[in-house]
């Protein structure tokens, strides 16, 4: 069983904090790992993708990936209020046949102006 | 990055029937597409792999013969929903991998609501 697990929050910040959110999977054999935004009502955007230990940054996100601990994470720096919404871990790994995206479920952040 | 029109966007329909939810991949020819289902407050949950031109993989506890997936074409794949019941009202979702850096794009979600 393909496992991925988040803090369900809610995780309130004030604007302009850091905001850092936490997500580890089971399944060593993951290779791809993707955090995206849901606002409510709506479908998945994604934020950042990462596939190898280390950091990337890609303007206020900074996304961080241990695969020794099985561990990846999100920091929003500068957090505006429009950045408050669902932020859900997803993992890619191994399925019947083809590679599946598994998700965790979710990290409410609110950024309080 | 390429473009996943869902249709329709919301529907609403009486128990007992059957609704057909389209995704369209609008500019990458996609040979597997996936759909999720989302309950309020949950995650997404895979229901099932799209193959074109063979039978989707379902997942565990999702009924087959309930949840028809047809993938005709690189660019289409259709979800019905057989026999509709109020269990079945949630916010569906498709899925085409982008195999790159651009991860896997999503349709825009259709709302069901089976009363």
């Known amino acids: 069983q393909k496992e991925v697990e988040q803090n369900s929050g809610p995780l309130s910040v004030p604007e302009g904090a850091i905001a850092s959110l936490n997500c580890t999977y089971s399944d060593r054999g993951s290779q791809s790992f993707f955090w995206y935004r849901q606002y409510s009502g709506k479908s998945p955007e994604l934020i950042m993708s990462?596939?190898?230990?280390g950091d990337k940054e890609d303007g206020r996100f900074t996304a961080q990936l241990n695969k020794a601990s099985q561990y990846v994470s999100l920091l929003i720096r500068d957090s505006q209020p429009s950045d408050s919404a669902t932020y859900l871990c997803?993992?890619?790994?191994?399925?019947?046949?083809?590679?599946?995206?598994?998700f965790g479920k979710g990290t409410k952040l609110s950024v309080i102006p | 990055g390429a473009v996943v029109s869902q249709h329709p966007s919301r529907v609403i329909c009486k128990s007992g029937t059957s609704v057909k939810i389209e995704c369209r991949s609008l500019?990458?020819?996609?040979?597997?597409m996936f759909w999720y289902r989302q309950f309020p407050k949950q995650s997404l949950m895979l229901m099932a792999t799209s193959n074109e031109g063979s039978k989707a993989t379902y997942e565990q506890g999702v009924e087959k013969d309930k949840f028809l997936i047809n993938h005709a074409s690189l660019t289409l794949s259709t979800l019905t929903v057989t026999s509709a019941h109020p269990e079945d009202s949630s916010f569906y979702i498709c899925?085409?991998?982008?195999?790159?850096?651009?991860?896997?794009?999503f349709g825009s979600g259709t709302r069901l609501t089976v009363v």
């Open positions: 990462i596939y190898s230990n």
């Open positions: 899925s085409v991998d982008l195999q790159g850096a651009d991860g896997y794009t």
């Open positions: 997803a993992v890619d790994s191994p399925g019947a046949g083809s590679y599946q995206l598994t």
């Open positions: 500019d990458f020819q996609a040979t597997t």
